[in-house]
Protein backbone atom coordinates (compact mmCIF):
# COMPACT_ATOMS: atom_id res chain seq x y z
CA UNK A 1 0.00 0.00 0.00
CA UNK A 2 1.98 3.03 -1.68
CA UNK A 3 5.44 1.57 -1.26
CA UNK A 4 4.84 -0.05 -4.54
CA UNK A 5 3.93 3.05 -5.99
CA UNK A 6 6.90 4.71 -4.14
CA UNK A 7 9.65 3.02 -5.08
CA UNK A 8 8.26 3.02 -8.23
CA UNK A 9 8.42 6.71 -8.64
CA UNK A 10 11.36 6.39 -7.56
CA UNK A 11 13.16 4.22 -10.09
CA UNK A 12 11.86 6.54 -12.95
CA UNK A 13 12.96 9.69 -11.45
CA UNK A 14 16.26 7.78 -11.30
CA UNK A 15 15.95 6.58 -14.85
CA UNK A 16 14.99 9.88 -16.40
CA UNK A 17 17.83 11.45 -14.19
CA UNK A 18 20.12 9.43 -16.12
CA UNK A 19 18.42 10.22 -19.42
CA UNK A 20 18.78 14.08 -18.76
CA UNK A 21 22.33 13.17 -17.98
CA UNK A 22 23.15 11.23 -21.24
CA UNK A 23 21.02 14.43 -23.04
CA UNK A 24 23.47 17.03 -21.07
CA UNK A 25 26.16 15.06 -22.43
CA UNK A 26 25.24 14.96 -25.99
CA UNK A 27 24.21 18.52 -25.78
CA UNK A 28 27.61 19.32 -24.14
CA UNK A 29 29.21 17.48 -26.89
CA UNK A 30 27.62 19.29 -30.03
CA UNK A 31 30.59 20.64 -31.40
CA UNK A 32 33.45 17.64 -30.69
CA UNK A 33 35.10 16.73 -33.21
CA UNK A 34 33.48 13.13 -34.43
CA UNK A 35 31.61 12.46 -31.39
CA UNK A 36 29.04 10.20 -31.23
CA UNK A 37 25.83 10.36 -29.44
CA UNK A 38 24.57 8.29 -27.05
CA UNK A 39 21.11 7.37 -26.17
CA UNK A 40 19.05 5.73 -22.74
CA UNK A 41 16.75 3.26 -23.23
CA UNK A 42 14.30 1.53 -20.27
CA UNK A 43 12.71 -1.63 -19.72
CA UNK A 44 10.33 -2.04 -17.08
CA UNK A 45 11.52 -4.21 -13.71
CA UNK A 46 9.89 -7.35 -12.31
CA UNK A 47 6.17 -7.24 -11.86
CA UNK A 48 4.85 -8.29 -8.40
CA UNK A 49 2.25 -11.10 -9.13
CA UNK A 50 -1.11 -10.41 -7.12
CA UNK A 51 -3.03 -14.00 -8.37
CA UNK A 52 -1.66 -16.30 -10.91
CA UNK A 53 -4.73 -16.39 -13.30
CA UNK A 54 -6.37 -19.38 -14.08
CA UNK A 55 -7.04 -21.10 -17.79
CA UNK A 56 -10.60 -22.25 -19.28
CA UNK A 57 -12.66 -25.03 -17.09
CA UNK A 58 -14.71 -27.00 -19.15
CA UNK A 59 -15.86 -29.20 -15.88
CA UNK A 60 -17.57 -26.15 -14.19
CA UNK A 61 -17.80 -24.06 -17.20
CA UNK A 62 -15.59 -21.96 -15.94
CA UNK A 63 -13.52 -19.18 -18.41
CA UNK A 64 -10.25 -18.42 -17.67
CA UNK A 65 -8.90 -15.23 -16.02
CA UNK A 66 -5.66 -13.35 -16.58
CA UNK A 67 -3.14 -12.91 -14.14
CA UNK A 68 -3.20 -9.66 -11.56
CA UNK A 69 0.35 -7.92 -11.88
CA UNK A 70 1.99 -5.17 -10.43
CA UNK A 71 4.92 -3.36 -11.92
CA UNK A 72 7.77 -1.97 -9.38
CA UNK A 73 8.94 0.53 -11.77
CA UNK A 74 11.66 0.96 -14.29
CA UNK A 75 15.08 0.50 -15.08
CA UNK A 76 17.95 1.84 -17.39
CA UNK A 77 18.60 -1.26 -19.61
CA UNK A 78 21.10 0.04 -21.92
CA UNK A 79 23.28 3.80 -22.56
CA UNK A 80 23.97 2.78 -26.69
CA UNK A 81 26.35 4.65 -29.10
CA UNK A 82 25.05 6.08 -32.24
CA UNK A 83 27.97 5.39 -34.53
CA UNK A 84 26.18 7.52 -37.55
CA UNK A 85 28.54 9.80 -39.57
CA UNK A 86 28.45 13.49 -38.44
CA UNK A 87 28.44 16.04 -41.13
CA UNK A 88 31.49 16.43 -43.39
CA UNK A 89 33.00 19.97 -42.31
CA UNK A 90 35.76 21.30 -44.44
CA UNK A 91 38.96 22.80 -42.96
CA UNK A 92 41.43 22.94 -45.48
CA UNK A 93 44.15 21.97 -43.24
CA UNK A 94 46.34 19.03 -45.04
CA UNK A 95 46.65 16.52 -41.90
CA UNK A 96 42.97 17.02 -40.78
CA UNK A 97 40.85 13.90 -42.13
CA UNK A 98 37.83 12.89 -41.85
CA UNK A 99 36.58 8.98 -42.39
CA UNK A 100 33.62 8.20 -44.82
CA UNK A 101 32.23 4.52 -44.10
CA UNK A 102 32.99 2.49 -41.14
CA UNK A 103 36.59 2.21 -39.15
CA UNK A 104 38.88 3.95 -36.75
CA UNK A 105 42.31 5.72 -36.66
CA UNK A 106 44.46 2.96 -34.22
CA UNK A 107 46.66 5.68 -31.72
CA UNK A 108 49.16 4.61 -29.38
CA UNK A 109 49.78 5.60 -25.92
CA UNK A 110 52.66 4.26 -24.26
CA UNK A 111 51.70 0.11 -24.21
CA UNK A 112 47.68 1.11 -25.16
CA UNK A 113 46.21 0.86 -28.42
CA UNK A 114 42.98 3.39 -28.61
CA UNK A 115 40.41 3.89 -31.46
CA UNK A 116 39.24 7.40 -32.55
CA UNK A 117 37.64 8.86 -35.66
CA UNK A 118 38.69 12.18 -34.58
CA UNK A 119 41.02 13.21 -37.57
CA UNK A 120 42.35 16.26 -36.50
CA UNK A 121 46.10 15.39 -36.96
CA UNK A 122 49.51 17.42 -36.69
CA UNK A 123 53.01 16.40 -36.14
CA UNK A 124 54.77 16.63 -33.22
CA UNK A 125 58.39 17.99 -33.41
CA UNK A 126 60.08 14.40 -34.18
CA UNK A 127 58.43 14.32 -36.73
CA UNK A 128 55.52 11.82 -35.41
CA UNK A 129 51.93 11.89 -36.71
CA UNK A 130 49.74 12.41 -33.95
CA UNK A 131 46.35 13.07 -32.71
CA UNK A 132 45.07 16.05 -30.18
CA UNK A 133 45.63 14.00 -27.29
CA UNK A 134 49.38 13.46 -28.54
CA UNK A 135 49.04 9.66 -28.86
CA UNK A 136 50.47 8.13 -32.24
CA UNK A 137 49.08 7.61 -34.80
CA UNK A 138 49.75 3.76 -36.43
CA UNK A 139 50.33 2.84 -39.76
CA UNK A 140 52.90 2.24 -42.76
CA UNK A 141 56.64 4.20 -43.50
CA UNK A 142 57.95 4.10 -47.05
CA UNK A 143 61.27 3.02 -46.46
CA UNK A 144 64.28 3.00 -49.26
CA UNK A 145 64.46 -0.05 -51.23
CA UNK A 146 67.68 -1.31 -53.03
CA UNK A 147 67.54 -3.74 -55.80
CA UNK A 148 71.09 -5.13 -57.24
CA UNK A 149 71.45 -6.48 -60.57
CA UNK A 150 74.11 -8.09 -62.09
CA UNK A 151 75.51 -7.52 -66.20
CA UNK A 152 77.84 -8.68 -68.07
CA UNK A 153 81.48 -6.42 -67.97
CA UNK A 154 84.37 -7.29 -69.98
CA UNK A 155 86.07 -4.03 -69.25
CA UNK A 156 85.41 -5.89 -65.54
CA UNK A 157 86.28 -9.09 -67.11
CA UNK A 158 83.76 -10.54 -64.99
CA UNK A 159 80.23 -9.41 -63.57
CA UNK A 160 79.18 -5.87 -62.75
CA UNK A 161 76.60 -4.65 -59.87
CA UNK A 162 73.92 -2.43 -60.39
CA UNK A 163 71.86 -0.93 -58.22
CA UNK A 164 68.49 0.94 -58.55
CA UNK A 165 66.84 2.25 -55.80
CA UNK A 166 63.30 3.85 -54.93
CA UNK A 167 61.24 4.80 -52.38
CA UNK A 168 58.79 1.88 -51.48
CA UNK A 169 55.24 1.65 -49.71
CA UNK A 170 54.76 -1.78 -48.26
CA UNK A 171 51.24 -1.97 -46.76
CA UNK A 172 50.58 -5.65 -47.21
CA UNK A 173 52.25 -7.13 -43.92
CA UNK A 174 50.53 -5.73 -40.73
CA UNK A 175 53.26 -6.54 -38.46
CA UNK A 176 55.14 -3.68 -40.27
CA UNK A 177 52.49 -1.15 -38.19
CA UNK A 178 54.49 1.16 -36.52
CA UNK A 179 54.24 4.99 -35.67
CA UNK A 180 54.06 7.25 -38.96
CA UNK A 181 56.74 8.98 -38.59
CA UNK A 182 57.80 11.78 -41.48
CA UNK A 183 60.70 14.16 -40.96
CA UNK A 184 59.54 17.40 -42.35
CA UNK A 185 63.01 18.26 -43.71
CA UNK A 186 63.18 15.12 -45.43
CA UNK A 187 64.61 14.45 -48.58
CA UNK A 188 64.09 12.20 -51.33
CA UNK A 189 66.92 10.36 -52.29
CA UNK A 190 67.45 10.73 -56.08
CA UNK A 191 66.21 7.73 -58.52
CA UNK A 192 68.47 6.45 -61.03
CA UNK A 193 66.56 6.39 -64.54
CA UNK A 194 65.76 3.06 -65.25
CA UNK A 195 63.18 3.28 -68.09
CA UNK A 196 62.40 5.80 -71.26
CA UNK A 197 59.27 5.25 -73.07
CA UNK A 198 58.95 6.91 -76.36
CA UNK A 199 55.93 8.17 -78.36
CA UNK A 200 55.35 9.60 -82.11
CA UNK A 201 55.66 8.80 -85.68
CA UNK A 202 58.50 7.35 -87.48
CA UNK A 203 57.54 8.53 -91.29
CA UNK A 204 56.71 5.48 -93.16
CA UNK A 205 57.47 7.07 -96.67
CA UNK A 206 60.82 8.87 -96.30
CA UNK A 207 62.54 7.04 -98.82
CA UNK A 208 65.01 5.49 -97.43
CA UNK A 209 69.10 6.47 -97.14
CA UNK A 210 70.08 3.59 -99.40
CA UNK A 211 74.01 2.74 -99.24
CA UNK A 212 76.52 0.71 -100.10
CA UNK A 213 77.00 -1.79 -97.47
CA UNK A 214 80.48 -2.62 -97.30
CA UNK A 215 82.17 0.22 -98.98
CA UNK A 216 85.69 -0.28 -99.81
CA UNK A 217 87.02 2.15 -97.52
CA UNK A 218 84.35 1.26 -94.77
CA UNK A 219 80.95 1.92 -93.85
CA UNK A 220 79.64 5.34 -94.02
CA UNK A 221 76.05 4.50 -92.41
CA UNK A 222 75.22 3.08 -89.33
CA UNK A 223 73.94 -0.12 -91.23
CA UNK A 224 71.80 -3.03 -91.19
CA UNK A 225 71.35 -6.85 -91.66
CA UNK A 226 74.61 -8.18 -93.69
CA UNK A 227 73.14 -10.00 -96.49
CA UNK A 228 75.03 -12.88 -95.87
CA UNK A 229 74.05 -13.86 -92.76
CA UNK A 230 69.99 -13.76 -93.35
CA UNK A 231 69.12 -15.24 -90.45
CA UNK A 232 70.14 -12.15 -88.21
CA UNK A 233 67.74 -10.15 -86.12
CA UNK A 234 65.21 -10.45 -88.59
CA UNK A 235 62.78 -13.28 -88.13
CA UNK A 236 62.89 -15.24 -90.95
CA UNK A 237 59.52 -17.21 -90.40
CA UNK A 238 57.80 -14.41 -90.57
CA UNK A 239 59.77 -11.63 -92.61
CA UNK A 240 61.76 -11.91 -96.07
CA UNK A 241 64.90 -10.01 -96.24
CA UNK A 242 64.93 -8.42 -99.84
CA UNK A 243 68.02 -7.32 -101.65
CA UNK A 244 67.76 -4.06 -103.34
CA UNK A 245 70.35 -4.10 -106.47
CA UNK A 246 71.16 -0.98 -105.66
CA UNK A 247 72.55 -2.02 -102.55
CA UNK A 248 70.68 -2.11 -98.88
CA UNK A 249 67.39 -3.81 -98.19
CA UNK A 250 64.01 -4.24 -98.22
CA UNK A 251 61.67 -6.33 -95.31
CA UNK A 252 58.65 -7.67 -96.06
CA UNK A 253 56.10 -9.27 -93.44
CA UNK A 254 54.71 -12.57 -94.39
CA UNK A 255 53.03 -13.39 -91.52
CA UNK A 256 51.50 -12.15 -88.62
CA UNK A 257 54.52 -11.78 -85.62
CA UNK A 258 52.01 -12.02 -82.99
CA UNK A 259 50.73 -15.73 -83.61
CA UNK A 260 52.21 -19.37 -83.39
CA UNK A 261 53.84 -20.35 -86.84
CA UNK A 262 54.53 -23.85 -87.81
CA UNK A 263 58.43 -24.74 -86.70
CA UNK A 264 58.18 -21.93 -84.75
CA UNK A 265 57.19 -22.68 -80.62
CA UNK A 266 55.99 -19.23 -79.84
CA UNK A 267 56.22 -15.28 -80.79
CA UNK A 268 59.24 -13.35 -79.93
CA UNK A 269 60.09 -13.66 -76.08
CA UNK A 270 62.45 -10.55 -74.24
CA UNK A 271 65.23 -11.33 -72.75
CA UNK A 272 68.07 -9.29 -71.72
CA UNK A 273 71.85 -9.51 -71.62
CA UNK A 274 74.31 -7.12 -72.11
CA UNK A 275 78.08 -6.39 -72.42
CA UNK A 276 79.15 -2.79 -71.17
CA UNK A 277 82.08 -2.55 -73.00
CA UNK A 278 82.72 -0.76 -76.68
CA UNK A 279 86.00 -1.14 -76.80
CA UNK A 280 86.24 -3.37 -80.03
CA UNK A 281 83.48 -1.87 -81.94
CA UNK A 282 85.10 1.68 -81.15
CA UNK A 283 88.13 0.69 -83.09
CA UNK A 284 86.67 -0.96 -85.73
CA UNK A 285 83.85 1.68 -86.09
CA UNK A 286 86.04 4.28 -88.02
CA UNK A 287 84.30 7.41 -88.83
CA UNK A 288 80.50 6.75 -89.35
CA UNK A 289 77.65 8.90 -90.59
CA UNK A 290 77.93 11.29 -87.49
CA UNK A 291 81.74 12.15 -88.16
CA UNK A 292 81.98 12.47 -92.04
CA UNK A 293 83.22 15.69 -93.66
CA UNK A 294 79.78 16.07 -95.23
CA UNK A 295 77.55 14.17 -92.32
CA UNK A 296 74.90 11.44 -93.82
CA UNK A 297 71.58 13.25 -91.76
CA UNK A 298 69.71 10.83 -89.54
CA UNK A 299 65.97 10.73 -90.05
CA UNK A 300 65.55 11.72 -86.47
CA UNK A 301 67.97 13.06 -83.73
CA UNK A 302 66.30 12.97 -80.04
CA UNK A 303 67.69 13.99 -76.61
CA UNK A 304 66.85 13.01 -73.36
CA UNK A 305 67.82 13.55 -69.81
CA UNK A 306 68.30 11.10 -66.99
CA UNK A 307 69.36 10.69 -64.02
CA UNK A 308 72.30 8.87 -62.41
CA UNK A 309 72.52 7.02 -59.04
CA UNK A 310 73.74 10.66 -57.84
CA UNK A 311 71.35 12.49 -59.45
CA UNK A 312 73.11 13.66 -61.90
CA UNK A 313 71.63 14.49 -64.74
CA UNK A 314 72.96 12.85 -67.71
CA UNK A 315 71.79 13.33 -71.08
CA UNK A 316 71.25 9.99 -73.96
CA UNK A 317 71.20 11.91 -77.90
CA UNK A 318 69.38 9.00 -79.66
CA UNK A 319 69.55 8.84 -83.88
CA UNK A 320 67.13 6.88 -86.15
CA UNK A 321 68.53 6.21 -89.32
CA UNK A 322 65.64 5.26 -92.11
CA UNK A 323 67.03 1.34 -93.28
CA UNK A 324 63.69 0.27 -95.55
CA UNK A 325 60.35 2.23 -95.94
CA UNK A 326 56.89 1.74 -97.98
CA UNK A 327 58.32 2.71 -101.27
CA UNK A 328 62.21 1.53 -101.98
CA UNK A 329 62.79 1.49 -104.97
CA UNK A 330 64.22 -0.93 -107.57
CA UNK A 331 62.45 -3.50 -105.57
CA UNK A 332 63.72 -7.76 -106.94
CA UNK A 333 61.55 -9.22 -109.77
CA UNK A 334 59.06 -10.66 -108.46
CA UNK A 335 59.37 -9.15 -105.66
CA UNK A 336 55.81 -7.93 -103.74
CA UNK A 337 55.71 -3.82 -103.88
CA UNK A 338 55.89 -2.59 -100.01
CA UNK A 339 58.67 -3.15 -97.96
CA UNK A 340 58.65 -3.06 -94.28
CA UNK A 341 59.41 0.01 -92.43
CA UNK A 342 63.11 -0.67 -90.54
CA UNK A 343 64.93 2.49 -88.99
CA UNK A 344 68.22 1.59 -87.20
CA UNK A 345 69.05 3.76 -83.69
CA UNK A 346 72.03 4.59 -82.11
CA UNK A 347 72.38 6.08 -78.71
CA UNK A 348 74.94 8.41 -77.38
CA UNK A 349 76.02 9.92 -74.21
CA UNK A 350 76.36 13.80 -75.10
CA UNK A 351 75.88 14.94 -71.06
CA UNK A 352 77.90 17.87 -70.88
CA UNK A 353 76.78 18.93 -74.62
CA UNK A 354 79.07 16.48 -76.20
CA UNK A 355 79.24 16.21 -79.86
CA UNK A 356 77.79 12.88 -81.31
CA UNK A 357 80.14 11.23 -81.94
CA UNK A 358 81.45 7.15 -82.22
CA UNK A 359 84.00 7.84 -78.59
CA UNK A 360 80.10 8.73 -77.29
CA UNK A 361 78.50 5.84 -78.64
CA UNK A 362 76.59 3.90 -75.52
CA UNK A 363 76.71 0.41 -74.13
CA UNK A 364 74.20 -1.54 -75.47
CA UNK A 365 73.65 0.59 -78.93
CA UNK A 366 74.08 -2.21 -81.86
CA UNK A 367 76.77 -1.60 -84.61
CA UNK A 368 78.90 -4.59 -84.83
CA UNK A 369 77.50 -7.33 -82.27
CA UNK A 370 78.65 -11.01 -81.64
CA UNK A 371 80.95 -13.39 -80.96
CA UNK A 372 84.24 -13.74 -80.02
CA UNK A 373 85.99 -14.12 -83.01
CA UNK A 374 86.33 -17.77 -84.20
CA UNK A 375 89.34 -19.02 -86.62
CA UNK A 376 88.14 -19.88 -90.46
CA UNK A 377 84.71 -18.97 -89.42
CA UNK A 378 83.91 -16.04 -92.23
CA UNK A 379 80.82 -14.64 -90.27
CA UNK A 380 83.30 -13.36 -87.08
CA UNK A 381 86.46 -11.96 -88.69
CA UNK A 382 86.78 -9.83 -85.74
CA UNK A 383 85.84 -9.55 -81.64
CA UNK A 384 82.64 -7.57 -81.79
CA UNK A 385 80.73 -6.04 -78.96
CA UNK A 386 78.96 -8.71 -77.30
CA UNK A 387 75.91 -9.01 -75.74
CA UNK A 388 76.47 -12.65 -74.84
CA UNK A 389 73.63 -14.08 -76.92
CA UNK A 390 74.77 -17.74 -77.83
CA UNK A 391 74.59 -18.07 -81.97
CA UNK A 392 74.52 -14.70 -83.04
CA UNK A 393 75.98 -12.16 -85.18
CA UNK A 394 74.09 -8.76 -85.54
CA UNK A 395 74.60 -5.28 -86.98
CA UNK A 396 72.48 -3.34 -85.93
CA UNK A 397 69.59 -3.00 -83.34
CA UNK A 398 66.52 -1.50 -85.61
CA UNK A 399 62.63 -1.15 -85.13
CA UNK A 400 60.45 -2.28 -87.86
CA UNK A 401 56.67 -2.02 -88.09
CA UNK A 402 53.80 -3.64 -89.41
CA UNK A 403 51.67 -2.55 -92.52
CA UNK A 404 49.64 -0.88 -90.69
CA UNK A 405 52.09 1.35 -88.75
CA UNK A 406 51.92 -0.80 -85.44
CA UNK A 407 55.21 -1.81 -83.78
CA UNK A 408 56.61 -4.51 -84.74
CA UNK A 409 59.71 -5.53 -83.16
CA UNK A 410 60.92 -4.56 -79.64
CA UNK A 411 63.83 -2.06 -80.82
CA UNK A 412 66.30 -4.50 -79.49
CA UNK A 413 68.42 -7.30 -81.58
CA UNK A 414 66.96 -10.30 -82.22
CA UNK A 415 67.17 -14.43 -83.11
CA UNK A 416 65.96 -16.41 -85.87
CA UNK A 417 63.69 -19.40 -85.01
CA UNK A 418 66.09 -22.52 -83.76
CA UNK A 419 65.91 -26.21 -84.54
CA UNK A 420 63.64 -28.26 -82.14
CA UNK A 421 64.88 -28.21 -78.65
CA UNK A 422 66.96 -24.74 -79.36
CA UNK A 423 64.10 -22.42 -79.79
CA UNK A 424 66.11 -18.88 -80.68
CA UNK A 425 63.32 -16.37 -81.50
CA UNK A 426 63.93 -13.65 -79.07
CA UNK A 427 63.71 -9.68 -79.06
CA UNK A 428 66.16 -8.58 -76.96
CA UNK A 429 65.15 -5.53 -74.54
CA UNK A 430 66.94 -2.93 -75.82
CA UNK A 431 68.73 -1.33 -72.84
CA UNK A 432 72.26 0.87 -72.82
CA UNK A 433 74.34 1.59 -69.97
CA UNK A 434 75.91 4.90 -69.68
CA UNK A 435 79.66 5.23 -68.09
CA UNK A 436 79.62 6.25 -64.38
CA UNK A 437 81.24 9.18 -63.64
CA UNK A 438 82.81 10.61 -60.21
CA UNK A 439 82.69 14.51 -60.05
CA UNK A 440 84.23 14.54 -56.93
CA UNK A 441 87.42 12.67 -56.38
CA UNK A 442 88.68 11.46 -53.03
CA UNK A 443 91.67 13.64 -51.50
CA UNK A 444 91.91 11.12 -48.62
CA UNK A 445 93.19 7.96 -48.33
CA UNK A 446 89.18 7.33 -47.70
CA UNK A 447 87.76 5.71 -51.58
CA UNK A 448 85.11 7.37 -52.83
CA UNK A 449 82.63 5.86 -55.37
CA UNK A 450 80.53 7.67 -57.54
CA UNK A 451 77.59 7.19 -59.92
CA UNK A 452 77.21 3.72 -60.76
CA UNK A 453 77.11 2.92 -64.05
CA UNK A 454 72.97 3.71 -65.53
CA UNK A 455 71.32 1.25 -67.18
CA UNK A 456 68.42 2.96 -68.93
CA UNK A 457 65.44 0.61 -70.73
CA UNK A 458 64.45 2.55 -74.03
CA UNK A 459 60.83 1.29 -74.38
CA UNK A 460 59.69 1.98 -77.63
CA UNK A 461 56.44 0.43 -77.38
CA UNK A 462 54.12 -2.75 -77.33
CA UNK A 463 54.86 -5.01 -80.35
CA UNK A 464 54.14 -8.00 -82.63
CA UNK A 465 50.62 -6.81 -83.14
CA UNK A 466 49.53 -7.05 -86.70
CA UNK A 467 46.33 -5.04 -87.92
CA UNK A 468 45.17 -3.22 -84.36
CA UNK A 469 47.31 0.00 -85.37
CA UNK A 470 48.44 -0.08 -81.44
CA UNK A 471 49.82 3.48 -80.61
CA UNK A 472 51.74 2.81 -77.32
CA UNK A 473 54.45 3.74 -78.24
CA UNK A 474 56.80 4.42 -81.41
CA UNK A 475 54.50 3.93 -84.40
CA UNK A 476 55.02 4.99 -88.45
CA UNK A 477 52.10 6.12 -90.30
CA UNK A 478 52.59 8.55 -93.87
CA UNK A 479 52.06 12.35 -91.70
CA UNK A 480 54.16 13.98 -93.85
CA UNK A 481 53.16 16.06 -97.01
CA UNK A 482 54.32 16.58 -100.89
CA UNK A 483 55.79 20.00 -100.93
CA UNK A 484 57.58 21.82 -104.09
CA UNK A 485 61.33 22.32 -103.82
CA UNK A 486 63.02 23.23 -106.71
CA UNK A 487 60.49 22.56 -108.91
CA UNK A 488 60.29 19.27 -107.82
CA UNK A 489 57.72 17.72 -105.81
CA UNK A 490 59.20 16.41 -102.84
CA UNK A 491 57.45 13.93 -99.88
CA UNK A 492 58.64 15.95 -96.64
CA UNK A 493 58.18 13.34 -93.59
CA UNK A 494 56.54 13.93 -90.06
CA UNK A 495 59.06 12.90 -87.34
CA UNK A 496 57.61 13.16 -84.49
CA UNK A 497 59.13 9.96 -82.27
CA UNK A 498 60.54 11.17 -79.11
CA UNK A 499 61.43 10.48 -75.51
CA UNK A 500 57.88 10.99 -73.58
CA UNK A 501 58.68 10.32 -70.23
CA UNK A 502 61.51 8.57 -68.45
CA UNK A 503 61.39 7.32 -64.59
CA UNK A 504 64.51 9.37 -62.72
CA UNK A 505 64.94 12.41 -60.84
CA UNK A 506 67.50 14.42 -58.28
CA UNK A 507 67.00 14.87 -54.95
CA UNK A 508 64.40 17.13 -54.01
CA UNK A 509 63.05 18.26 -50.20
CA UNK A 510 59.76 17.91 -48.51
CA UNK A 511 57.18 20.89 -49.39
CA UNK A 512 53.93 19.63 -48.78
CA UNK A 513 51.43 16.41 -47.58
CA UNK A 514 47.67 15.65 -48.53
CA UNK A 515 46.21 12.20 -48.05
CA UNK A 516 44.79 10.27 -50.47
CA UNK A 517 41.16 7.85 -49.96
CA UNK A 518 42.82 5.02 -49.41
CA UNK A 519 44.87 6.33 -46.73
CA UNK A 520 48.19 7.38 -48.59
CA UNK A 521 49.52 10.24 -47.46
CA UNK A 522 51.72 11.68 -50.47
CA UNK A 523 54.36 13.65 -50.52
CA UNK A 524 55.40 16.80 -52.68
CA UNK A 525 59.06 17.45 -53.27
CA UNK A 526 60.76 19.93 -54.43
CA UNK A 527 61.86 18.38 -57.88
CA UNK A 528 58.42 17.66 -59.03
CA UNK A 529 57.72 13.97 -57.63
CA UNK A 530 54.42 13.20 -55.36
CA UNK A 531 55.76 10.04 -53.75
CA UNK A 532 54.08 7.75 -50.90
CA UNK A 533 55.75 7.89 -47.89
CA UNK A 534 53.39 6.48 -45.46
CA UNK A 535 49.80 5.54 -45.54
CA UNK A 536 47.05 4.96 -42.06
CA UNK A 537 46.23 1.71 -40.68
CA UNK A 538 42.65 1.51 -40.11
CA UNK A 539 40.77 -0.39 -37.60
CA UNK A 540 37.36 -1.98 -36.48
CA UNK A 541 35.98 -4.45 -34.24
CA UNK A 542 32.72 -6.73 -35.13
CA UNK A 543 30.68 -5.20 -33.13
CA UNK A 544 31.31 -0.76 -32.61
CA UNK A 545 28.39 -0.42 -29.97
CA UNK A 546 30.32 -2.57 -27.92
CA UNK A 547 33.46 -0.15 -27.71
CA UNK A 548 34.01 1.29 -24.49
CA UNK A 549 33.77 5.34 -24.18
CA UNK A 550 37.57 6.56 -22.47
CA UNK A 551 37.03 10.08 -22.94
CA UNK A 552 39.27 12.36 -24.80
CA UNK A 553 37.30 11.01 -28.29
CA UNK A 554 38.87 7.05 -27.49
CA UNK A 555 37.34 3.94 -27.53
CA UNK A 556 38.72 0.59 -26.46
CA UNK A 557 37.54 -3.24 -26.96
CA UNK A 558 35.67 -4.40 -24.55
CA UNK A 559 33.98 -8.32 -23.72
CA UNK A 560 31.25 -7.68 -25.52
CA UNK A 561 33.36 -5.70 -29.24
CA UNK A 562 35.07 -8.01 -30.25
CA UNK A 563 38.86 -8.19 -31.45
CA UNK A 564 40.72 -5.40 -32.70
CA UNK A 565 40.88 -6.14 -36.64
CA UNK A 566 43.38 -4.08 -38.54
CA UNK A 567 43.02 -3.21 -42.58
CA UNK A 568 43.29 -0.58 -44.83
CA UNK A 569 40.98 2.33 -46.13
CA UNK A 570 38.57 1.55 -48.63
CA UNK A 571 39.44 -2.43 -48.18
CA UNK A 572 36.93 -5.37 -46.33
CA UNK A 573 34.26 -3.01 -45.46
CA UNK A 574 36.45 0.20 -44.22
CA UNK A 575 35.85 3.26 -45.60
CA UNK A 576 37.53 5.68 -47.12
CA UNK A 577 40.11 8.90 -46.21
CA UNK A 578 39.08 12.54 -47.16
CA UNK A 579 41.61 14.90 -46.69
CA UNK A 580 41.69 18.67 -45.73
CA UNK A 581 38.28 17.88 -43.65
CA UNK A 582 36.62 16.92 -40.21
CA UNK A 583 33.67 14.78 -38.84
CA UNK A 584 31.64 16.53 -36.94
CA UNK A 585 29.75 15.12 -34.14
CA UNK A 586 26.20 13.64 -35.25
CA UNK A 587 24.39 15.05 -31.92
CA UNK A 588 21.06 16.16 -33.29
CA UNK A 589 20.06 19.39 -31.09
CA UNK A 590 16.56 18.90 -32.56
CA UNK A 591 16.10 15.65 -31.26
CA UNK A 592 18.33 16.35 -27.98
CA UNK A 593 16.04 19.25 -27.17
CA UNK A 594 13.13 17.27 -27.77
CA UNK A 595 14.00 14.36 -25.95
CA UNK A 596 15.28 16.76 -23.02
CA UNK A 597 11.83 17.84 -23.11
CA UNK A 598 9.75 14.39 -22.77
CA UNK A 599 12.69 13.20 -19.50
CA UNK A 600 11.64 16.35 -17.51
CA UNK A 601 8.13 15.91 -18.01
CA UNK A 602 8.85 12.22 -17.09
CA UNK A 603 11.07 13.49 -13.73
CA UNK A 604 7.84 15.68 -13.07
CA UNK A 605 5.27 13.56 -13.05
CA UNK A 606 7.48 10.80 -11.24
CA UNK A 607 8.36 13.48 -8.86
CA UNK A 608 4.59 13.98 -8.39
CA UNK A 609 4.17 10.26 -7.90
CA UNK A 610 6.50 10.55 -4.80
CA UNK A 611 4.69 13.05 -3.59
CA UNK A 612 0.99 11.36 -4.38
CA UNK A 613 2.82 8.36 -2.26
CA UNK A 614 3.65 10.42 0.25
CA UNK A 615 0.59 11.73 0.77
CA UNK A 616 -1.42 8.81 0.52
CA UNK A 617 0.97 7.48 3.26
CA UNK A 618 0.92 10.26 5.84
CA UNK A 619 -3.38 9.50 5.61
CA UNK A 620 -2.87 6.16 6.26
CA UNK A 621 -1.09 7.04 9.37
CA UNK A 622 -3.48 9.51 10.73
CA UNK A 623 -6.38 6.90 10.42
CA UNK A 624 -4.20 4.09 12.54
CA UNK A 625 -3.53 6.79 15.27
Given at each position: MGLRSLFSSISGLQSHSTWLDVIGNNISNVNTVAYKASRAQFADQLSQNLSQGTGFNPENQLGGVNPQQVGTGTRLASIQSVFSEGTTLVTGNATDISIQG?????????????????????????????????????????????????????????LLNITDASVRLNSDNITQISNIHINRDMVLPPRATTE????????????????????????????????????????????????????????????????????????PAPLENGFVNLGFVRALAGNYAWEQPTPVPPALQTAETVYDSLGNAREITLQFYQLADLGSANP???????????????????????????????GGTGIGEGEIPTPGNPFFPVAFYDRGVPNSAYFGDYIWFNTDGSLASSGGVGGFPGPPGLNFNFQTIPRVYLPPINQNPAVSPIPFIGAEILSVELNFGKSGLLGTGRRNGIYSDAEG?????????TYMPNQ?????????????????????????????????QRVEVARLAMAQVENQEGLSRMGNNYYQTSANSGSLQMGLAGKKGLGFIQGNSLEGSNVDLTVELSNMIVAQRGFEANARMVSSASNTMDTVDKLGQ
Open positions: NGFLAVKQGNQTFLTRAGNLTFDGEGNLVDQNGGLVQGYNAFPDYSPKIINSAANAGVTFSGNLDSFQQANILDLFPPGGPTLPIGIPLAFVGGPIDITRMQILPLPTGGFALQQVANLSTFTPGVFAPPINAPPLSQVCYAWYAFDTTGNLPVSTANLLSYQEKNGVNTAHAATQDGYRDGILQGLNFEPDGTLLGTFSND
